[in-house]
């Protein structure tokens, strides 16, 4: 027979294994709770939840949405010139990129007007279809055709065609403008895209400075809805805000580079980059730009590393706009063919291709006042 004390002990063990017991079992229950509404959060909806609305839209690829600069049909595009009067060339493309240059058929009696996608668009002189360094190779079965189209000197004569070069320099995203000494160089963003949208939805033609050459010669003929984008500096905000707008709208523009400062690519095939000289952006002696003190060698010799850095000549916007006669010559040395002041004014046929006046883009232009200036 157990003693008193021994009764206790055991009904104390007897308490004390309960007590563990009922402990283990709460947290069986509180770990099976937590299991279930885990398992419940990540496969079950709330009630009223559509649980496809939380899945995100796949992001487009580049195949998908291809950049401006990735053609959408790769492959070679046989394209067959055909223009009356001469015999048919052929030339090679690639299919879904940008057109390479053209070539200008020259004849004594007339004036070439053109390379058009139709013969009908070049019967009418239809500029919407007229082929030029903005317009994107398309071609089925890997060929097809451009006609050429002529008017007669006095046709062109008439016309009076002058040809507008815009000049941009800065860009901000600030409608208010620049705190800047020079405000007025600031174009707000919303007003360039406003101008691009303008060019691009009245079918305005980007000539390339090979056409406007020609044009100065009256070798060519351009439509009065003609107008040359052109950005001075290469500025950083050139590239963030203004670049994407030009690719946005398809508009060729031109940058002119300090190559002294800028050596990268060009950002978009929609834009050409060219000579604001390597080393002159620069005051001289005399407190303007050294395109007015250097020499002509000195000048040239500039022009050629620029040249170099490019990859092309063709054109020079002047520093400042500042130029004289060695500026002229130096251009002469080294194989530059036209040159941009910052005189205002548009280009008209025979224009002295070393002082071109430009159309100057200030702070605050909306877009009727861009219509008023290339209209």
Request: glycine residues 6%.
């Amino acid at each position: 027979m157990m003693s008193r004390s021994q009764r206790v002990t055991r009904q104390r063990r007897r308490r004390l294994l309960r007590t563990i017991t009922v402990a283990l079992v709460a947290i069986v229950v509180v770990i099976v709770v937590l299991v279930w509404r885990g398992s419940a959060t990540s496969t079950d909806a709330p009630v009223g939840h559509d649980p496809t609305s939380a899945v995100p839209s796949p992001t487009p690829t580049s195949n998908e949405t291809p950049a401006p600069d990735e053609p959408q049909d790769a492959g070679a595009c046989s394209v067959t010139l055909s223009a009356e009067g001469i015999t048919d060339q052929t030339t090679t493309h690639e299919n879904g990129a940008l057109f390479s240059p053209l070539p200008q058929p020259v004849r004594d009696d007339v004036v070439f007007a053109g390379w058009y996608q139709t013969e009908l668009a070049a019967e009418g002189l239809d500029r919407s279809q007229r082929v030029g360094l903005a317009t994107r190779v398309a071609c089925e079965d890997g060929a097809l055709t451009l006609h050429g189209a002529w008017l007669s000197s006095d046709e062109v004569t008439d016309a009076a065609v002058g040809v507008p070069v815009l000049m941009y320099h800065q860009f901000t995203d600030q409608p208010e403008g620049i705190d800047d000494p020079l405000r007025l160089n600031w174009a707000y963003a919303g007003d360039v895209d406003d101008h691009m949208r303008y060019l691009a939805e009245n079918d305005f033609y980007l000539p390339s400075w090979e056409e406007l050459d020609a044009f100065i010669d009256g070798a060519l003929y351009l439509p009065p809805e003609s107008v040359i984008v052109t950005d001075d500096d290469a500025h950083a905000s050139w590239f963030d805000l203004a670049v994407p707008i030009v690719n946005r709208y398809e508009i060729l523009s031109t940058s002119f580079v300090i190559t002294k400062w800028r050596d990268e690519p060009t950002p978009s095939p929609y834009v050409l980059q060219r000579s604001h000289t390597h080393d002159m952006h620069e005051a001289g002696a005399n407190g303007e730009g050294r395109m007015v003190n250097w020499s002509p060698e000195e000048i040239a010799a500039d022009l050629e590393t620029s040249a170099a850095i490019l990859g092309a000549k063709e054109v020079v916007a002047y520093p400042f706009g500042h130029y004289d006669e060695r500026t002229k010559e130096g251009m002469r040395l080294a194989g530059f063919e036209l040159g941009l002041t910052i005189e205002p004014g548009r280009v008209y046929a025979g224009a002295d291709k070393l002082a071109l006046p430009r159309v100057r883009i200030d702070y605050g232009m909306d877009v009727d006042a861009l219509a008023a200036l290339v209209g």
